[in-house]
C-alpha cells in the first residue's frame, strides 16, 4: 500500500450536528478532538509505506483509533465497528455518518507497519508535543519513576513440557509448508500419537526417572528431526523457519552429548543464565523474572510520571525490558529520553532499585537531575551486625590516602584497581599487627588472615552516596519522598483499568508496542479528567473522612 498524505480534514456539517445532538455536554473523544485538534498527521508516517501501491488508510487516523480501541479495551473488530456505527468516533476523526469504516484487519497492519518501522514511539511522542503545545504538559518539577512485572501471553510450562512442545511447536510449522517433506521422514506412527496433541503435565510420568528417560527421549527426537532438516537432500528454507531456529536454540540450551556420542539432558544448575533461557517456544522472548517474592514469566515496563499538583499528571516515559534487567540500567535511558524531550525534572523520585553511586554523580553533573530514594546502605557485615565497625566508622584523609580506624591505627596500602564489575575502586589494608592485637578484632574482621580490609569508590562517589544516606535520615527527605508513592497508583490504574499486567501479544515487539499505546490511552484519560475537574491526586479519602471540617 502507498501514502499520499492528506492535511487534517474538518468536522463534516452534518456529523458535528449529529453530535451534539446526541452529546451536548461532549465527552472525551469529541473533547480530544475541539482542545488537542487530529494529534497525528500522515505525514509522520509516510516512511512505513512504499511510494506505489494501492492507496493506504489514513494513518493518522488508525493511530488515534488504536489509541481509542485501549482507552475502551476493545479488540480489533470491536474497533472497526466502533469506527462504523458510533457518532462521537466519528467526529474524532472527522468522518462522515455514511461512513463504512474498514476491515479489523488493517488495526493489526498498522501495528505490524509501526514495529517494521522502528517508529513504536512517534505515538508518544507526538502525543507529548500535541499536549505540551496545548499547554498541558511543561518540563516538572518533579517526576516519579518505577517498575513492574508483565505476564506473557504464554501457558506456564515446567522443564519436560517446555522440551516437549518446543518439538511440537517445530512439527506443526513444519507441517504447515512441507507436510509432504515431513510425513517422508517421520519413524514411526508413535511420534503422531505423542506430538499430535499438547504436552501437558498430566501427560507425563511423575518419578524423576522416568522424566528423565523421556526427556531423553524427546532429546534424541529433536536431534534427529533437526539432523534431517540439515541433511543436504532437504531445502535450505527449512531451516529459516522460526520454530525450527527455536528448537535448535532449546536443545543447545537443555541437552549435551556425552563421551560415548549419546545425548544427556542437562543439570538444571548447568542450563544457561535466567537472561538468556527460553521459557516457552510461543514467545522465545519471554524471561523468567525474580523480584522479592515475587516470581513470573515475562517482562518489565517502566514508567514516569509528571506529579507537579499544578498540572496533570502525565506519562512521559515508557520502556518495555526484559524480566531480567535491574532497575538502575534503566535509570540513565530515563533521564536521555526525557532530555531529548526537553522534559527534565528537577528532582527524580525513584525506589532504591533505580539508584547507585554512579547514578547519583551523573545524574546531576550530565543532567542536573536530583535523583532522590533510599541509597544504598553499607553492605558489609560489620553494619549489619549493629556492633562492629562499618564503613561509617573509618576516617578517611584522600588527600594522604590513608584511613583511620575508630582506634586510632593508620592503614598501610592504599592501591587503585578494578572490581569483578570493572569499577574503579580503592583497595586499603591495615597492619597486621595493629589488627592481631586490637581487643575488637572479632568485631572489625572475619578474615582468615585478621587483618582489616576496606574498599573504597572514588571520593566523589563515596562522599555522594554517604551525603545521600545522611540526607534520607531527614524529615524534609522523608516528606518529599511521599511523593514517590503516587506511581504506584499509576501502575495500579494501568493494570486494573488498561489491562496492562497482561500481554495482549506474544513476542517483545508487539509487548512494547502495547505498552506504548496504553500509556497513550492513560494520557488521554487523564486529560479529559483535567478538563473536566474529575482529576483527584492520591486516593481519594472516605465518604466519612469527607465530613470532616
Known amino acids: 500500500m502507498s501514502l499520499h498524505p492528506q492535511p487534517p480534514s474538518q468536522i463534516p456539517p452534518d456529523t458535528v450536528r449529529v453530535a451534539l445532538a446526541a452529546f451536548p455536554k461532549g465527552n472525551i473523544y469529541m473533547r480530544m478532538r475541539d482542545e488537542l485538534g487530529t494529534i497525528y498527521t500522515d505525514g509522520a508516517f509516510a516512511p512505513l509505506f512504499p511510494l506505489q501501491g494501492q492507496p493506504a488508510l489514513a494513518p493518522a487516523r488508525l493511530g488515534l483509533i488504536t489509541i481509542m480501541q485501549f482507552v475502551e479495551g476493545l479488540t480489533d473488530r470491536q474497533a472497526a465497528d466502533a469506527v462504523r456505527s458510533r457518532i462521537d468516533w466519528k467526529y474524532a476523526l472527522s468522518l462522515e455518518l455514511t461512513d463504512r469504516g474498514f476491515d479489523f484487519s488493517v488495526l ?58 518446543t518439538l511440537r511447536y517445530a512439527l506443526n510449522s513444519i507441517a504447515a509448508v512441507a507436510p509432504d517433506w515431513l510425513k517422508t ?114 517482562y518489565k515496563v517502566h514508567l514516569s510520571e509528571t506529579c507537579d499538583e499544578d498540572a496533570p499528571h502525565l506519562i512521559t516515559y515508557v520502556e518495555t525490558e526484559s524480566a531480567t534487567t535491574k532497575d538502575h540500567e534503566v535509570t540513565e535511558n530515563v ?64 588527600e594522604q590516602e590513608k584511613v583511620r580506624c575508630p582506634q586510632g591505627k593508620f592503614s598501610s596500602t592504599w592501591k587503585e584497581r578494578l572490581n569483578l564489575y570493572q569499577q574503579p575502586v580503592i583497595a586499603v589494608r591495615f597492619k597486621k599487627a595493629d589488627c592481631h592485637s586490637c581487643p575488637f578484632r572479632p568485631d572489625c574482621t572475619r578474615d582468615k588472615s585478621g587483618v582489616r580490609t576496606i574498599t573504597l569508590r572514588p571520593k566523589q562517589l563515596h562522599e555522594t552516596l554517604f551525603a545521600a544516606r545522611a540526607r534520607q535520615q531527614t524529615s524534609e527527605f522523608k516528606e518529599q ?44 484519560v487523564r486529560v479529559w479528567e483535567w478538563w473536566t475537574d474529575a482529576y483527584t491526586f492520591g486516593t481519594p479519602p472516605s465518604r466519612f473522612a469527607a465530613l470532616a471540617p
Open 108 to 165: 493489526s497492519e498498522f501495528r505490524s507497519r509501526l514495529i517494521k518501522g522502528g517508529a513504536e514511539q512517534e505515538l508518544l511522542e507526538k502525543m507529548l508535543s500535541c499536549l505540551s503545545e496545548k499547554g498541558l504538559l511543561k518540563a516538572p518539577k518533579q517526576q516519579r519513576t518505577d517498575s513492574t512485572h508483565i505476564l506473557a501471553a504464554i501457558r506456564l510450562l515446567g522443564r519436560l513440557e517446555n522440551i516437549g512442545e
Open 185 to 298: 521422514i517421520i519413524p514411526s506412527t508413535d511420534w503422531y500419537e505423542f506430538y499430535g496433541q499438547r504436552i501437558q503435565e498430566n501427560r507425563l510420568p511423575s518419578s524423576k526417572e522416568s522424566r528423565n528417560v523421556l526427556a531423553v527421549k524427546i532429546g534424541a527426537d529433536g536431534i534427529y528431526l533437526l539432523d534431517a532438516i540439515w541433511s543436504e537432500l532437504t531445502p535450505s528454507w527449512l531451516r529459516q523457519i522460526k520454530a525450527v531456529e527455536i528448537l535448535r536454540q532449546v536443545w543447545i540450551q537443555q541437552f549435551y552429548f556425552d563421551e560415548s556420542g549419546s545425548i544427556q539432558l542437562r543439570k538444571a544448575a548447568n542450563c544457561p543464565p535466567p537472561a538468556i533461557l527460553i521459557n516457552s517456544p510461543y514467545d522465545p522472548d519471554a524471561r523468567g523474572g525474580n523480584k522479592r517474592t515475587q516470581t513470573w514469566t515475562g
Open 335 to 398: 533521564h536521555q529520553t526525557l532530555a531529548d524531550q526537553e522534559l527534565l525534572p528537577d528532582k527524580h523520585l525513584v525506589d532504591a532499585g533505580y539508584i547507585d553511586a554512579q547514578l547519583l554523580v551523573d545524574s546531576k553533573n550530565h543532567y542536573e537531575v536530583d535523583l532522590i530514594g533510599p541509597a544504598p546502605g553499607d553492605s558489609q557485615w560489620q553494619s549489619r551486625a549493629g556492633k562492629g565497625f562499618g564503613l561509617a566508622n573509618f576516617e578517611i584523609d584522600w
Open 481 to 524: 519522598y511521599a511523593a514517590r508513592a503516587g506511581i504506584e497508583g499509576t501502575i495500579s490504574q494501568g493494570t486494573r483499568a488498561f489491562g496492562l499486567r497482561r500481554c495482549r501479544y506474544q513476542g517483545f515487539p508487539k509487548t512494547r508496542l502495547q505498552h506504548i499505546i496504553t500509556v497513550c490511552a492513560i494520557n488521554l
